[in-house]
């Protein structure tokens, strides 16, 4: 309930917590004179929309290096294209 709408939900009941979440997130008007089963969709469908915190994401990860190898060829192919450039001149 707190991923769908942040709201202190303390000594409320399920439905209590559901009606709150979702009047939170998509307004009073969108509950008023709905039934129970109604709201309990409407969370569980606010719950599967909720995204995925990638902050939360990488501490529950834990520091796993993703290295791969350095293609770093720059000072070969500069190199290389001032051999390409000088290799027919003759000094003066």
Do not use: W
Not at 3 to 8: K, Y
Not at 42 to 48: G, N, V, W
Not at 72 to 81: E, I, L, T
Request: aromatic content about 6%; proline content about 2%; some cysteine.
């Amino acid at each position: 309930a707190k991923a769908i709408h942040d709201a202190d939900y303390s000594g409320m009941s399920d439905a209590d917590i559901r009606k709150v979440a979702v009047a939170g997130k998509c307004g009073q008007a969108v509950i008023d004179g709905k039934s129970d089963a109604y709201i309990q969709a409407r969370f569980d469908i606010e719950a599967e929309q909720v995204k995925a915190d990638p902050v939360r994401g990488a501490l529950r990860d834990g520091a796993r290096p993703h290295l791969s190898a350095v293609n770093d060829n720059g000072y070969a192919a500069s190199v290389a294209a001032l051999d390409f450039r000088t290799r027919n001149q003759k000094e003066a």
